[in-house]
């Protein structure tokens, strides 16, 4: 399998996995370094194979490879960074290469209630820096933020599906939503939806950088503060020294929260993108449990396996 990209590009013999869709993988010391290697010309004879199926785009990374191997490439972003290796590549591997473009989701953050005839999205424009030579960015939501629909007609192919995300049907029930960064855009439109149906036991716990940047919806929050229809606690991680996260703010807010789930069998919504936001705001409701409720450590881990089964604890998250 892929033999002839193997002479091409001056690498050992390959395990010869068959050639299939997705990237090839050449052993280095760290990331990049078969890339680098190769670009040097000092690749020659380096074990390698074929690996990943079917398009698996970004998602193909050296986490991917138990034994350490790096991705020959990626996107045509690569191609650039490595311009000699990609010149020996046979026209007929790049697109073997170069995966396929894979759908993205975003939550919906609107009400049709709210925005009738309107879908509202929140968009992070993904950027980042790697040990490659060009900085990353998203392509999707970088596409997305390059259209100007002042510059004429813009066409966005999508679909829309349901939300993973229930909320209560009966009256009356409150829901607490944690949310930083865009995890808030899915309780946007239950906000809304549930304003407009005078349901006012909302809490949201919102977190982003500074109170001056990101605040997402800053006024329509404090609107509905004002009209008694929300409570917003709010997290700015990046204000002072010490970083403030939703799960802090959530911690002091315990004898609520308890009283909330305990007391008036609220529904508890957990979402967004950060890595270890969905473990350390979990981690925080096992402790309200055990200081506000008195639980001992398994009783409150039953507690929130009752909550996560009879779905009043749900969430929706991202990498
Ligand atoms: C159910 C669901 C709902 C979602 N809702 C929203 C939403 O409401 N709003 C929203 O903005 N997004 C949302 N997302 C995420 C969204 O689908 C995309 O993943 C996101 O916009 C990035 O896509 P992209 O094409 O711009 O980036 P890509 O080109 O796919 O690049 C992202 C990839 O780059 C890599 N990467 C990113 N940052 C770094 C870093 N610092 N260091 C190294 N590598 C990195 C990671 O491999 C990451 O997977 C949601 C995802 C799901 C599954
Ligand atoms: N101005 C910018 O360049 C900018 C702004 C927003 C987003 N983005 C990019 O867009 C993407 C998604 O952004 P996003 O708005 O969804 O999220 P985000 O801005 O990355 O994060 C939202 C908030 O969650 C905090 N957070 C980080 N780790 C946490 C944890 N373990 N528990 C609880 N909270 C935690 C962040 O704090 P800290 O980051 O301070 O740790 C921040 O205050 C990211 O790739 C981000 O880099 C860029």
Redesign the pocket.
Known sequence: GGQELGERLGLGQGPGEGRSWGCAWIWGQGPGEGLEALEAGRGRGRPWRWAGAGGRGSACGPQDDPRGGHSLLLSPQVLCDFPHTAAAIPPDYLLDLVPLIRPRAFSIASSLRAHPSRLQILV?????QTRLREPRRGLCSSWLASLDPAQGPVRVPLWVRSGGLTFPKTPDVPVIMVG????VAPFRAAIQERVAQGETGNVLFF???RQD??FYWEAEWKQLQARGCLTLVT?F??DQEQ?V???HRLRAFGPLVWELLEGRGAHFYLA??????PA?VSNTLLSIFREEGGLSSPDAAAYLAQLQRTLRFQTETWA
Not at 180 to 183: A, E, F, K, N
Request: hydrophobic share 25%; glycine share 14%; net charge positive.
């Open positions: 992070a424009v993904v950027q980042y930083p960064g865009t995890g977190g982003c950088r940047q990101d997290a991680s990046r970083k996260y939703v799960q967004g993108n950060a890595k270890y936001m350390d």
